[in-house]
């Protein structure tokens, strides 16, 4: 069953009916504006950081879970009869309702007893504000008398402090209402320099600023007294909870349309310019007067929104392809890259899932996040892998975590997860090959944002090498720390008491358990540093590294491989995990993909067993399991993986993350019919058919799907913000289809599916367009070069020598 449609043409998610099974949202704003919006209207905004700068407020955990947000209730003033195109939270039954989920806008309306309404909201390039550019439509034969009330809720910034501190908070709210615009300022008084603004662009019959006078005693966001009386209040906010609504009333003729701006913006003032006159308590509105302005012309907003789609087809265009399917095109070309900005941009920080007061942005997750955005806007990766680099510890180690607004470690997860120093490498690579911007390793970048501790990045790098190499365990594999990638496998942890965190207790010196999913990261790392070594002027360190990563290789070899399958880990006591020996958790698809990927066993077989063990055990029609059997019960050695329930999360789910890393060891392996069955399973265009066992959005991945374990095998849940989308995007582009930045250009290395008779790509590289046609001749991916009709030795195409920015690039795979 489908809630909606593809419009490919114009990159849109249609929603055809507002009872989606969970909320399906996107994100507005790419920069540092941010909105969060589904397809009822629901979410909230932010500047920078969810938590610290939180604009508008919302309610986690509510019921329904899709309440508060952007709401504009359209009533009409001859019956009384009021409701809300977006549907919520008055669910009035509706005709012809749309959402459209497009590149950093939405578009959502319908129609009710002949008034049609419908709201466009965005958040223009380098601009602090969202607009919502609502139309109205009289479609009766007769005028109709309206009254249009706009409606938002402040949050009183610190979105933790405001769901918490109740006692303070009942009495701080302040407001300003000047021409129309209403000013929500509280706490400017004292520290903040910065306030919100909500405007609107049709003469005003009155506002609201007090959340309880608009709605009324005892009553809620479907029935706000305002709104039913058809009258505002003009109420000021002192304390309580500060809103922003808007009351507009018009007459339309038959036929007439009308179109009413709202907007809503965030501002800061200069610390000694906070107040107009100076000695007073007002908001000195100087300068973001011509900006409240500006937007309240229609033809300014129609261009903003022009340069908004402009700048997404440019972002897009960077990397398009034509395949014989059209689940790959609409990811690759559209969403799956959509969704990595929105990683890129949030982390694992704000979603419905993710509240933006738990996490700011992951080290790991942001490296990792790269693979799948650099490509679109790699100035802004550069900026984050040196931001990133600047939290790193001495020791080479990391802060789990930083605040986007601080851009400093935070301590709340701590450190001592082992992985985390590697994906800083492979981020780094990522960053190389696509731009060959080597200049990137002599920028001076402090650690632990220490002035005076500048080093060049390419010293953080040999650090995190170092890092593991410091910290080897009994069978010479890298110390697990807290834990590695699976956050949940936690084997110094040892918690037996409730509601303790696993990702900050640790009771064991940790000097035992080893990870042999790290093992294969460093491996792959130590290509990595050698190959930027080679190319950097460092190539007498490139042997180094790569003899460690040799070195390493064998002990995984030795030590971590379990007879028809790699091994996950050793535990405290040195006992293995994932292996045949075990009772549950026998074998874990994290080492079988990235041992692989980093290149062990593919010439001696290891990795086609290891394939093979893959497809027998962990696969599912819905992807691929983490582990299996799942953990019946807790496992105090074993720790979080095992207090899931089975079948979901860490503990038997599908975690849709590393999924793509046995697509790309099977792409590597040579077998492009596996690799591409596995991205299908996981598609979620291909899911989009059985939405209503999916239940979240089919134009983004979730982080998980449920297990065979569990009851509900097939529901995806925590949809966009997940490692899946830059993976997966990564797996398909680089790797099944095969087109791969590398440190010396373009190389070609398609492993698709034997059916496949070809398929076209356009791709931006280095400032130059590359158009690729692969055209299968043979069963295997053999590459054979044509560059500009010459044969070319290789599957690598070199940036031409004469400065053209045009190549046209045949290959046939044999
Ligand atoms: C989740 C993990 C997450 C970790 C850290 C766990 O509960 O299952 O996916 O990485 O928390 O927040
Ligand atoms: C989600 C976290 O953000 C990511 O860093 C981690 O690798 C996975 N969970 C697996 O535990």
Redesign the pocket.
């Known amino acids: 069953m489908q809630y909606g449609y593809f419009d490919d043409k114009n990159r849109e998610y249609v929603i055809t009916r507002p009872d989606t099974p969970l909320p399906w949202i996107n994100y507005l704003g790419c920069q540092a504006y941010f909105g969060i919006v589904s397809n009822t209207a629901g979410g909230y905004s932010f500047y920078r950081d969810a938590r610290l700068r939180r604009i508008t407020r919302y309610r986690y955990n509510n019921v329904p879970f899709d309440l508060g947000g952007r709401y504009i209730y359209v009533r009409d003033d001859e019956t009384g009869d009021y409701w809300l195109p977006s549907w919520q939270p008055t669910h009035s039954d509706l005709e012809q309702y749309t959402c459209r989920h497009g590149m950093g806008y939405s578009t959502i309306g319908s129609k009710r007893r002949g008034i049609s309404a419908s709201t466009r909201y965005f958040v223009p390039l380098d601009e602090n504000l969202e607009i919502w550019q609502f139309t109205l439509s009289n479609e009766r034969q007769t005028p109709a008398a309206l009254s249009v009330f706009s409606a938002i809720e402040f949050c009183l910034w610190d979105a933790q402090d405001d769901s918490t501190n109740f006692q303070r908070n009942f009495s701080i709210g302040e407001v300003e209402i000047e021409d129309g615009v209403i000013y929500h300022k509280t706490e400017y008084r004292e520290r903040r320099d910065h306030f919100a603004w909500f405007a609107c662009s049709a003469e005003l019959a009155g506002f609201d600023t007090q959340r309880d006078v608009f709605l009324g005693p005892t009553r809620g966001w479907d029935r706000p007294a305002a709104v039913e009386r058809g009258e505002s209040f003009d109420s000021v906010a002192h304390g309580w909870a500060p809103i922003g609504s808007h009351h507009v009333r018009l007459v339309l003729q038959p036929g007439e349309t009308r179109q009413i701006l709202f907007v809503l913006g965030y501002h800061e003032n200069p610390k000694d310019e906070k107040f107009d006159p100076p000695e007073s308590q007002i908001v000195n509105k100087k300068t973001v007067k011509p900006v409240i302005a500006g937007y309240l012309i229609p033809a300014n907003v129609d261009e903003a929104f022009q340069k908004l789609r402009t700048y997404w087809d440019g972002l897009l265009d960077i990397c398009q392809v034509t395949t014989p399917d059209i689940h790959t095109d609409r990811m690759v070309n559209v969403w799956n890259a959509y969704q990595c900005m929105a990683t890129f941009n949030m ?2 920080s704000a979603s419905f899932y993710e509240s933006g007061i738990g ?1 700011g942005l ?1 080290f ?2 942001s490296n ?1 996040d790269l693979l799948g955005f650099v490509h679109m806007v790699p100035e802004r990766a550069r900026e984050r892998i040196l931001d990133l680099a600047a939290t790193q510890l001495p020791s080479g180690g990391a802060y ?1 975590q930083y605040q986007p607004l601080t851009k400093k470690g935070n301590n709340d997860v701590g450190g001592n ?1 082992n ?1 985390d120093p590697h994906w800083l490498i492979v981020g780094v690579g990522a960053y190389l090959k696509e731009t060959g911007d080597w200049s990137i390793l002599d920028e001076p970048v402090q650690y632990d944002n220490q002035p005076g501790s500048e080093q060049p990045l390419y010293d953080h790098l040999q650090r995190s090498f170092r890092y593991t190499l410091d910290r080897l365990g009994p069978h010479s594999l890298p110390l697990i720390g807290r ?7 936690n084997l110094n942890c040892f918690s037996d008491t409730p509601g303790q965190s696993f990702q900050t207790t640790t009771n064991k010196e940790g000097k035992v358990a080893e990870s042999v999913f790290i093992g294969g990261l460093f491996v792959l790392a130590a290509k990595e540093l050698a190959a930027i070594a080679r190319h950097s002027g460092h190539a007498d360190e490139a042997a180094g590294y790569l003899a460690e990563g040799a070195h390493m290789e064998e002990t995984v070899r030795r030590h971590g491989w379990d007879g028809e399958w790699f091994l996950r880990a050793y535990d405290d006591f040195g006992n293995k995990v994932g292996s045949k020996e075990c009772a549950e958790g026998k074998i874990f698809i994290e080492p079988q993909g990235f041992c692989i990927l980093a290149g062990i066993g593919l010439e001696d077989g290891l990795a086609r067993r290891a394939l093979e063990s893959v497809r027998k055990y962990l696969a599912t029609p819905h992807g691929i399991v983490l582990q299996q059997p799942a953990y019946s019960r807790y496992y105090l050695h074993l720790g979080e993986i095992s207090s899931y329930p089975p079948g979901y ?2 503990n038997a789910g599908i ?1 849709c ?2 999924n793509p890393w046995v697509i790309i060891a099977e792409a590597m392996a040579g077998n492009g019919d596996g690799a591409h069955d596995y991205y299908s399973r996981i598609n979620p265009s291909a899911r989009e058919a059985i939405s209503d066992v999916h239940r979240c959005e089919p134009y983004v991945y979730a ?1 998980m799907i449920a297990g065979r374990d569990a009851p509900t095998h097939g529901e995806a849940k925590n949809s966009w ?3 899946t989308a830059a993976w997966n995007y990564y797996a398909i582009v680089q790797f099944i289809l095969g087109i791969r930045p590398a440190y010396d250009g373009l190389q070609i290395a398609p492993a698709i599916p034997e059916r496949w008779t070809g398929f076209r790509a356009v791709r931006r590289f280095r400032g130059v367009t590359y158009q690729i046609t692969v055209r299968r001749a043979g069963t295997g991916n053999a590459v054979k070069l044509m560059v500009d009709g010459q044969a070319v030795d290789g599957d690598v195409v070199r940036a031409p020598a004469d400065g053209r920015t045009e190549v046209v690039v045949g290959v046939t795979l044999e």
């Open positions: 982390s694992r996490r992951g790991r997750d990792q789990h997860f992985d834990a590695d990638w699976n956050d949940c496998l999360k860490e975690f993350h590393n982080q913000l997940t490692g």
